[in-house]
T-cell receptor, first 113, second 114 residues
Framework: AQSVSQHNHHVILSEAASLELGCNYS??????LFWYVQYPGQHLQLLLK??????LVKGIKGFEAEFIKSKFSFNLRKPSVQWSDTAEYFC???????????FGTGTRLQVFP | DVKVTQSSRYLVKRTGEKVFLECVQD?????MFWYRQDPGLGLRLIYF???????EKGDIPEGYSVSREKKERFSLILESASTNQTSMYLC?????????????FGPGTRLTVL
């Protein structure tokens, strides 16, 4: 079955620590990749996306993600987290020529001052 | 500014009741989606619609139906609510066309079925 795996379910960091959240998917072929973020009490919103081109993509608020095709991975990174990054993060994948966005189970990030 | 609205933020219903969740988007998007969000399970697609009066089952359609009579409005219906349908329900929309782009989400409706 098609799936998206986020191995880190709950991550706790201190401010200024570096962050890497893993995301792996199981589809072959061409995919579009996304990271969404849900801040407490707010809508899900797009953090960044990869469609084609440079596999290192930059998003809002200093986040970036690297698409490694050979590893079927799209890990999210931030060099120095802030308390305001406390949120739930979802990786999502859509296979070209389908319209179904498949989400991972999410990673809850808590950042302490 | 892009906007997806949902009729209620919080809803409490009793087992067996018929429940309507409404979603409206003001972006003239062709595609609309209903998800449920549960801790540890992420978002799971219930139904989606490509166009008015068209609908497609998602991954977990059992116990739900949908209605899309107008382009901007997509309704999720729980014909006979059950306690296992207690969840956060998210609506989303996206423009049509082959190139898939980001989905725009509403604020969610937290439904509790007693």
């Amino acid at each position: 079955a098609q799936s998206v795996s986020q191995h880190n379910h709950h991550v706790i960091l201190s401010e200024a620590a570096s962050l890497e959240l893993g995301c792996n998917y199981s589809y072959g072929g061409t995919v579009n990749l996304f990271w969404y973020v849900q801040y407490p009490g707010q809508h899900l919103q797009l953090l960044l996306k990869y469609f084609s081109g440079d596999p290192l993509v930059k998003g809002i608020k200093g986040f970036e993600a690297e698409f490694i095709k050979s590893k079927f991975s799209f890990n999210l990174r931030k060099p120095s987290v802030q308390w305001s990054d406390t949120a739930e993060y979802f990786c999502a994948v859509i296979k070209k020529r389908t319209d179904k966005l498949i989400f991972g189970t999410g990673t809850r990030l808590q950042v302490f001052p | 500014d892009v906007k997806v609205t949902q009729s209620s933020r919080y809803l409490v219903k009793r087992t067996g009741e018929k429940v309507f969740l409404e979603c409206v988007q003001d972006m003239d998007h062709e595609n609309m989606f209903w998800y449920r969000q549960d801790p540890g399970l992420g978002l799971r697609l219930i139904y989606f619609s490509y166009d008015v009066k068209m609908k497609e089952k998602g991954d977990i359609p059992e116990g739900y139906s949908v209605s899309r009579e107008k382009k901007e409005r997509f309704s999720l219906i729980l014909e006979s609510a059950s306690t296992n349908q207690t969840s956060m329900y998210l609506c989303a929309s996206t423009p049509g066309g082959e190139t898939y782009n980001e989905q725009f989400f509403g604020p969610g409706t937290r439904l509790t079925v007693l």
